[in-house]
């Protein structure tokens, strides 16, 4: 049997959570306060998941660069691989928050969106 000790990301109270695991299968999750603990302390030892934050580059705006990040979670270990590809990304001002960066970012089939507004020059 595996043990990993986790603090959940979930909510502002950060529970310290404690999974034990079989085979790779889930057998128990103690220590979470709420449900949401303990779907987030499942997911995080069986496919850790991860929102991705970044900028890319911005043509004829006020600044060069615009805010982004995926409009949903990807899988932990392609993190790297949306950021190589947002690297690569150049987009033209002007552009709103929600604005569609990328339809599907590094194969993933989750849309980066913009976070901020900026407008032409």
Do not use: W
Not at 38 to 57: D, F, K
């Amino acid at each position: 049997m595996e043990t990993r000790e986790l603090t959940c990301i979930r909510c502002p109270i950060g529970c310290h959570i404690t999974v034990e695991l079989e085979n790779g299968e889930v057998k128990s999750i103690t220590g979470n306060s709420c449900p949401r603990g303990g779907e987030y302390a499942a997911s995080e030892v069986t496919h850790p998941e991860r929102i991705v934050t970044s900028l890319v580059t911005l043509t004829g705006g006020e600044r060069p660069v615009v805010p982004v990040k995926t409009a949903g979670t990807v899988p932990k270990e392609k993190m790297m691989d949306v950021v190589r590809a947002l690297g690569e990304v150049t987009v033209p001002a002007p552009v709103s928050i929600g604005d569609v960066i990328a339809e599907d970012i590094a194969g993933t089939n989750v849309p980066v969106i913009a976070t901020a507004n900026v407008s032409a020059r």
